[in-house]
Nanobody, 124 residues
Framework: QVQLVESGGGLVQAGGSLRLSCAAS????????MAWFRQAPGKEREFVAA????????YYADSVKGRFTISRDNAKNTMYLQMNSLNPEDTAVYYC?????????????????WGQGTQVTVSS
């Protein structure tokens, strides 16, 4: 059974930092893109960042570019999201995703596997 488990969320003041982790179990995502999405109350789930298997290509939403860094440790089957200079607009539930459906673009929500989400709240 494939599981993705996020951790590292919490409450932080504006300007602060958090590091999210996504631990995968049940299979390795060799060759797969992995990604982070987020969903704020009353809004649709939106793409945050994605990374290829080798880590050689990383993609970011414009809203987080320069502040967030995505990475992965394939030996640990874990993906990370370092979030700096957080602001209240970053408040959301953050989800990790893996197993991009064939023919789909990394920024779409067309992944086979999702974590349960971790809450990030940024106070002003």
């Amino acid at each position: 059974q494939v599981q993705l488990v996020e951790s590292g969320g919490g409450l932080v003041q504006a300007g602060g930092s958090l590091r999210l982790s996504c631990a995968a179990s049940g299979r390795t995502f060799s060759g797969d893109v992995m990604a982070w999405f987020r969903q704020a109350p009353g809004k649709e789930r939106e793409f945050v960042a994605a990374i290829t298997w080798s880590g050689g290509r990383r993609y970011y939403a414009d809203s987080v570019k320069g502040r967030f860094t995505i990475s992965r440790d394939n030996a640990k089957n874990t993906m990370y999201l370092q979030m700096n200079s957080l602001n209240p607009e970053d408040t959301a539930v953050y989800y990790c995703a893996a197993g991009l459906k064939s023919g789909s673009d990394y920024y779409t929500a067309l992944y086979n596997y999702w974590g349960q989400g971790t809450q990030v709240t940024v106070s002003s």
